[in-house]
């Protein structure tokens, strides 16, 4: 991910923050994606991710009727994510390709009651790479 020009509005969304990190823009990224989806009832997000930092920001947006499900490799980030209002951190091995990965994840949330078939699921990464931008909303239906 990049930094460059963010738009005078976004600007403000920062709350007076004088400098433009990766984080700033992943956590506007984050809102504008929470804005946009709030209208969806039930909402599923699943959200992969490496160190946690885009679960927490979607957990700070506390977007309505969602149910935000996070995946890590990494047992102190799974840990670290169980402090969050509204997410369930589950561990889990990613597969050789972002599809296999998201496959696995939907099946898994499936055979536990978080997902039915038909429901529709926001996929949000920091880590999954190959034909999924991980820069990039991706739709889903499970």
Do not use: W
Request: proline share 4%; hydrophobic share 40%.
């Amino acid at each position: 991910m990049t930094t460059g020009a963010i738009s005078p509005q976004a600007a403000t969304n920062l709350k007076g923050q004088s400098h433009r990190t990766c984080r700033d823009e992943t956590s506007l990224h984050v809102q504008s994606t929470g804005n946009s989806l709030t209208k969806m009832q039930e909402l599923k997000l699943i959200i992969f991710t490496a160190s946690g930092v885009l679960a927490n920001y979607t957990a700070h947006q506390r977007p309505k009727n969602a149910h935000i499900y996070a995946f890590s490799p990494d047992e102190k980030v799974v840990q670290a994510l169980h402090m969050n209002r509204a997410v369930a951190p589950h561990m889990m091995d990613f597969e050789e390709t972002p599809e296999a990965t998201i496959r696995k994840v939907i099946e898994f949330l499936m055979e536990r009651g978080g997902v039915e078939k038909g429901d529709p699921i926001v996929i949000l990464s920091d880590v999954l790479s190959g034909d999924f931008d991980t820069e990039a909303i991706l739709l889903r239906k499970a």
